[in-house]
C-alpha cells in the first residue's frame, strides 16, 4: 500500500489544489442531469408528493411556515421518495398511498437532517445556512419534532396502518443508530463491523423501508418485498459510504455543506477504520494524535495525511461492493422501467462525481 512520507512537519504533505469554481459547477450540472434523468417516469408522482407535504406542514402561524419553508430548500433530489416510488413501479402500478407514503418518508429525512445539524453544529447545508445556524438549537429540535409528528398524522390517513408501523420502526432503528454512534464517539478502536451496524441503522434503515413500502404497497409477493428491502439497504449503506468519503475528500463549495464534521466530532468513518488498521505504525500514531488534538486545522492536516494512501480507495471498493448487492436483488424483478432506472441509480450512488 502506497503511503505519503510524512516528517512530522505541518508542510511535509502538501495539500491538494483546490477544485476549481467551474469545476464545482460541472459537478452539479452532471448530477442534476442524472437526477433528471431517474426521475423522468415519476415526475407527475413527485409533483403530487410535492403538493402533499407542502400541504400537510402549513400551518396558521407565520414562524412555523418561515421555518418550513427554509428548511424545504434541503430537500434535493429527494432520494427516498424517489426510491419508494420507483420500487413500487418496478413491482406494479402507483396508487394516491404510494403519493401519501413518499411524502412521510421525506418528512422523516427532513426531521433526521434538521436534528443531525444541531448534533453536529453544522452551519451550512445544500449552500445555504441551517436551522440551527439560523434561529438556534432550540428552534431547530423543535421544528424536526413538527416535521415528525407530521409525518405520523400523514402516515395515519391511510387505511392500511402496517405503513405507520413500519415507519415508527425505521425511526426507532435511526436513533438507535445515532445513540450508538454516539456511545462510540472518539473510539479510535471502532471496528468495521460496529461502524456497518451504525450507518445501516441511522441512514440504510429509512431506505430499506422506503422500498419495502413501495414493493408492499403495489401488491408485490412477501418474497419480492424482501428483495426490495435489501437493495434499498444496500444502496444506503453504500450511499453513507460515499458520504463520509466526501466529509474528507469534498470542497464545501462544490458540496454545499459543512464538511469534517466526522473529525471534529471525533466520529470514525471507514477511510479512518482502514487507515489506522494498514497504515505504517508512524501514520497510524499521526492520525490517533490529531483525532484527540484541539488544533483548529486538524480536519485539514488529516484529510492530507489519509489522501495519499489506499484508505478512500478500499472505502470506494467497498462502496461498491454493496452497490453490487443492490443490484444483484433486482435481478429476479421483471424487466420494466422502473426496475432498469433502480439498477441506474444504485450504480450512480458510487460513480457520482466527487
Known amino acids: 500500500m502506497k503511503t505519503g512520507a510524512h516528517t512530522g512537519t505541518r508542510s511535509a504533505i502538501k495539500p491538494p489544489a483546490k477544485s476549481a469554481p467551474a469545476a464545482a459547477s460541472v459537478t452539479s450540472s452532471a448530477t442534476a442531469s442524472a437526477v433528471a434523468s431517474f426521475t423522468a417516469c415519476i415526475a407527475d408522482e413527485l409533483r403530487a408528493v410535492d403538493r402533499v407535504f407542502s400541504d400537510e406542514l402549513a400551518s396558521d402561524l407565520a414562524c412555523v411556515n418561515t421555518l418550513v419553508k427554509h428548511v424545504s430548500r434541503f430537500r434535493g433530489k429527494m432520494l427516498r421518495p424517489v426510491l419508494l416510488l420507483l420500487s413500487g413501479k418496478a413491482c406494479g402500478r402507483l396508487t394516491d398511498a404510494h403519493t401519501t407514503l413518499a411524502a412521510v418518508v421525506e418528512m422523516v429525512h427532513m426531521a433526521t437532517l434538521v436534528h443531525d445539524d444541531v448534533l453536529d453544529e453544522a452551519e451550512l447545508r445544500r449552500k445555504g445556512a441551517t436551522i440551527n445556524h439560523l434561529r438556534g438549537n432550540e428552534a431547530a429540535v423543535l421544528l424536526g419534532d413538527y416535521l415528525i409528528s407530521h409525518s405520523y398524522h400523514l402516515c395515519s390517513s391511510l387505511q392500511d ?107 470514525m468513518t471507514l477511510p479512518m477504520i482502514h487507515f489506522l488498521r494498514t497504515a505504517p505504525a508512524e501514520h497510524r500514531a499521526l492520525l490517533r494524535s490529531l483525532m484527540t488534538s484541539g488544533d483548529a486545522d486538524k480536519a485539514e492536516r488529516i484529510r492530507n495525511l489519509i489522501l495519499p494512501s489506499g484508505s478512500i480507495e478500499y472505502a470506494r471498493d467497498r462502496a461498491r461492493q454493496f452497490v453490487d448487492r443492490a443490484r444483484g436483488a433486482l435481478h429476479t424483478l421483471p424487466d420494466t422501467e422502473g426496475r432498469r432506472v433502480l439498477d441506474a441509480m444504485a450504480e450512480f450512488v458510487v460513480s457520482r462525481p466527487m
Open 161 to 267: 396502518q402496517s405503513a405507520a408501523r413500519a415507519i415508527g420502526r425505521t425511526t426507532n432503528r435511526v436513533c438507535e443508530g445515532e445513540l450508538l454512534q454516539i456511545d462510540n464517539r472518539n473510539n479510535l478502536d471502532l471496528s468495521e463491523e460496529t461502524y456497518l451496524e451504525i450507518i445501516s441503522r441511522k441512514t440504510a434503515s429509512l431506505c430499506a423501508t422506503c422500498c419495502e413500502l413501495g414493493a408492499r404497497f403495489a401488491g408485490a409477493p412477501e418474497a419480492r418485498v424482501g428483495l426490495l428491502e435489501l437493495y434499498g439497504l444496500s444502496v444506503g449503506i453504500a450511499f453513507q459510504i460515499q458520504d463520509d468519503i466526501l466529509d474528507i475528500v469534498g470542497e464545501e463549495g462544490t458540496v454545499g455543506k459543512t464538511l469534517g464534521s466526522d473529525v471534529e466530532k471525533g466520529k
